[in-house]
Every structure is written in C-alpha cells, then in structure tokens.
C-alpha cells in the first residue's frame, strides 16, 4: 500500500490544523464559561449573604455551593479540551471536521 502524496497530504495536513485551532478556541471558551460562573455563583453568594445574614454553618454551606458548581464548570469545560489537546479523549478526526 502506498503513501499518498501530493493534494491529499496538503488537505490533511489543514484539516488537522483546523482541528488544533478548534481545540485550542473550546479551550478558551471554557475558561471564560468557567469565569463567567464563577462570577455569577459569587454574585449570587452576596445577594444571599446581604438579604439573610447567615450564621457561620449557613456560610460553609454557601461556600460549598459556590465550589461545588465552580469546579465541575472547570472540569467540563478546561478540562475536556485539555484531555483532548493532550490526547487523553479522541479528538474529531479529518474526516469528521471536513
């Protein structure tokens, strides 16, 4: 079986290029989804701080709250990407990009 040369390899070679930008653009995005709730968790955390005045369990709680959502917001969102950049989760392949 031979190699194919010529336009194939050319095409194969921008389709993984795509496929390195496309991963490295989801990266960014996740870490501005992960900011983005991260800010509105805490937002959230003050209005209810401010209007109920918690005792210190009720603030344990409320920071739970916040990290809980916070650190599942970074592993779906960096660290799928992140796996698939370093090869940990399959990437789409030329095939499926074009």
Do not use: H
Not at 5 to 14: A, D, K, N, S, W
Not at 16 to 27: M, S
Request: glycine fraction near 8%; charged fraction near 15%.
């Amino acid at each position: 079986m031979s190699v194919p040369t010529g336009p194939y390899q050319e095409i194969l070679r921008r389709l993984k290029a795509v496929v390195r930008r496309q991963n490295l653009f989801d990266l960014y995005r996740g870490m501005l989804a992960s900011l983005a709730t991260l800010v509105a968790l805490l937002l959230a955390a003050t209005v209810v701080e401010r209007i109920f005045l918690p005792d210190g369990a009720a603030r344990f709680w409320i920071f739970v709250a916040i990290v809980a959502p916070a650190t599942a917001a970074c592993g779906w969102f960096i660290g799928r990407p992140l796996a698939r950049i370093a090869g940990l989760v399959r990437a789409p392949g030329a095939l499926e990009v074009a």
